[in-house]
């Protein structure tokens, strides 16, 4: 994945407003209170640590700018996520805007969401997700009329090998071709189309959560597997019609109400 040139500030501003908060009140008090208490045998490191104090109240200040920033995009996300109704909506939104939702939904499913920014509107690893070890690569393409071919799903797949990665979710508003959908078959790839995408929105919403809104962190969840709509438990499951009939596969087993699925890996 491409690396970002970002400033510190910048890193702090992705981060859980939370989190550069205490980080700001640690440097106030450490430069206020502790700092200015030790004896340094160095001149100049004695005279720093005489001006620390002066100097807390401005630096907590600068810390608390990308907490403000981080505030404002976690309430900016959720707005979006929250008024979204249906594929129609989702579909209609900018190809940003719709990795923000995807990353929203694990998010609120307890999942560490990074974005990379790494993919702009055409490519790339747009989101790395994290929970109880598991690392999964997500890449989203917004394409609203062609469908999703499995040159995409064999990139991110070899992305996934190259860094080790628990797995590989290609998330799309659209749908996928057969071929793409027999290359991810066997593997640790998941393929959620648009329709999916809806549904597992409307799960998320049934399940309000204080780490939605970025109050808490996110608390781990067991998630060897789990459903990628709803997090329920899944089943072995037989299709019993159409191209795939007999074969196996992962089921939702809250379905019908739920149809998540994952493919049965080798």
């Avoid at 998330?171 to 998941?190: H, L, N, V, W, Y």
């Amino acid at each position: 994945m491409a690396k970002r040139n970002d400033s510190i500030l910048d890193d702090l501003a992705v981060l859980p407003w939370w989190v550069t908060v205490i980080l700001a009140i640690a440097t106030y008090l450490s430069l206020k209170y502790w700092i200015p208490t030790i004896q340094f045998q160095n001149t100049f490191h004695a005279g720093m640590a005489k001006m620390a104090h002066e100097l807390a109240t401005t630096l907590a200040g600068i810390l608390l700018l990308p907490a403000a920033v981080s505030a404002f995009n976690a309430w900016r996300k959720g707005q979006l996520f929250d008024r979204q109704k249906g594929i129609g909506g989702i579909r209609s939104i900018a190809w940003r805007e719709f990795e923000e939702l995807v990353g929203e939904a694990y998010r609120r499913f307890g999942y560490s969401v990074t974005e990379t920014g790494g993919g702009g509107a055409d490519g790339g690893v747009d989101l790395v997700l994290r929970k109880n070890g598991e690392k999964l690569l997500v890449q989203c393409k917004h394409w609203k009329l062609e469908k999703i071919g499995v040159k995409v799903v064999r990139e991110l797949y070899g992305v996934v090998a190259a860094e080790g990665a628990s797995g590989g979710i290609v998330i799309c508003s659209g749908a996928f071709t057969q071929e793409a959908r027999d290359f991810a078959r066997g593997k640790p790839m998941e393929l959620i189309e648009g329709t999916a995408l809806a549904r597992m929105v409307e799960e998320v919403k049934k399940k309000p959560s204080l780490v939605s809104a970025g109050l808490i962190p996110a608390s781990p969840q067991p998630t060897a597997n789990n459903c990628p709509l709803c997090g329920g438990k899944m089943v072995l499951r037989s299709a019993r019609k159409g191209a795939h009939a007999g074969e196996k596969f992962w089921g939702c087993s809250a379905f019908p109400k739920c149809r998540g699925t994952k493919p049965l890996t080798a």
